[in-house]
């Protein structure tokens, strides 16, 4: 069993009217203090892109963007085919 599943079970023992969600939420801060981690292990890769907790769960495209990409899409025109300009050759005749 790792380090941080032995410290939960700790805390739920001392937090018995905690959710195991509620446990796991309060747990977290403690236990990297505990351990003096940091939030991000070295390992994991950080993402480019990240919402603010007033964007949480909306996009982040404005209003006239969003507008924009709504609206009905305009079917673009199909390439028209040329055609030949020279004349068909007529059978030859004898």
Same mark, same amino acid.
């Given at each position: 069993m790792n380090d941080w599943m032995k410290f939960l079970m700790k805390w739920r023992k001392d937090h018995p009217n905690q959710s195991l969600k509620e446990a796991m939420k309060n747990a977290k801060g403690p236990y990297r203090k505990m351990?003096?981690?940091?939030?991000r292990s070295p390992t994991m890769k950080k993402t480019t892109t990240r919402r603010s907790p007033s964007m949480k769960g909306g996009s982040k495209r404005s209003p006239s963007m969003k507008? %924009? /990409? /709504? =609206? +009905?899409? $305009? $079917? $673009? =025109? %199909? +390439? $028209?085919k040329k055609k030949s300009t020279k004349k068909k050759a007529s059978p030859k005749r004898k």
């Open positions: 351990k003096g981690g940091s939030k507008q %924009s /990409m /709504m =609206a +009905p899409k $305009k $079917k $673009k =025109a %199909s +390439p $028209k």
